[in-house]
């Protein structure tokens, strides 16, 4: 097994929207605002080159978007999808399978693009097929009013329209250890509905994709919850509970979101459970 670190680009979203409750002169330590309260934030996806398979987790914003919608996150940066896969020598057409971890745009809207003449959608990676879960689809595909505005339809319809859609079937509890796709699933609702958080065994390690469960290093004190999250008494208990596996177990935490800690892990202290050391991808990931 390979892993490789797909950059698909950064945006800026208001810091207040992203700690919740927590005060300004707090979180600005760690994730510091610009004049306009917006901090930099990744859209870091991974790909796994397993055997056969090219699995790429999550897709990022991607590109088909109108520049008002774009507009709104504050794009900056030169990554792309395109040019991070080039790098480790690959192209859309070799991707086996897109998960998913759940369909809010900045996860998947990199999944789908337009059409040759632009008068409809298609996916993206037309050898592929994408994972999501049953309940997180109609959740996504019957949205609720808060996050109506994250599930955008042209993101998400032609997955299923092309036949290339396919369900992780969820099994009793809230974790699984072998999915389909060969690693396990930490199933969270806090955020929203069935999101999946994927543990890979990597060598003698276990990589932890964290998606939106844990955005950026600056959100493992409990109380740092996204003010995005629609159950964020839900997130506090999921979150704990992971934290606290991942102390003990050592996991290394793959950041999202986090534009400048990639790979972080965690310890429990008599403060309860802080960042312990930062990584890039390259330090622990990187192809031997």
């Known amino acids: 097994m390979k892993l490789y670190p797909i950059e698909t680009g950064n945006f800026k979203l208001d810091g207040g929207a992203m700690f919740g409750v927590v005060p300004k002169t707090i979180w600005n330590k760690t994730n510091p605002a610009d004049q306009n309260n917006l901090i930099d934030l990744a859209a870091r996806c991974l790909l796994i080159e397993d055997g056969n398979r090219l699995i790429l987790i999550d897709t990022g914003m991607g590109n088909k978007q109108s520049e008002k919608f774009f507009g709104y996150y504050s794009l900056w940066g030169s990554h792309s999808l395109d040019k991070s896969l080039a790098q480790y ?16 745009f900045d996860h998947c809207g990199g999944s789908v693009q337009w ?61 699984q250890a ?18 999946m958080i994927p543990h890979i065994q990597y060598q ?60 972080i892990t965690v310890e429990k202290t008599e403060k309860g459970i802080w960042l312990k050391e930062v990584f890039t991808a390259n330090e622990i990931i990187a192809a031997r």
């Open 89 to 104: 020598g690959f192209h859309r057409v070799d991707i086996t399978d897109v998960f998913l971890t759940h369909l809010h």
């Open 178 to 195: 072998d999915s389909e796709l060969g690693f396990g699933i930490f199933f969270a609702d806090g955020h929203t509905e069935k999101m």
């Open 115 to 175: 059409n040759a003449n632009k008068t409809g959608y298609e996916p993206a990676f037309k050898n592929a097929k994408f994972w999501s879960n049953q309940n997180h689809w109609e959740w996504a595909t019957m949205p609720n009013a808060r996050e109506k505005a994250s599930f955008l339809s042209e993101n998400i319809l032609p997955m299923q329209e092309s036949g290339q859609l396919h369900f992780i079937e969820r099994k009793n509890g809230d974790f």
């Open 204 to 263: 003698d390690k276990t990589i932890v994709f964290c998606a939106d469960l844990l955005p950026t290093a600056g959100h493992i004190p409990l109380p740092y919850v996204m003010g995005y999250d629609t159950r964020p008494l839900l997130t506090m208990p999921e979150k704990a509970k992971f934290l606290d596996t991942a102390a003990e177990k050592s996991y290394y935490l793959f950041l999202e979101h986090d534009a400048y800690n990639e790979i």
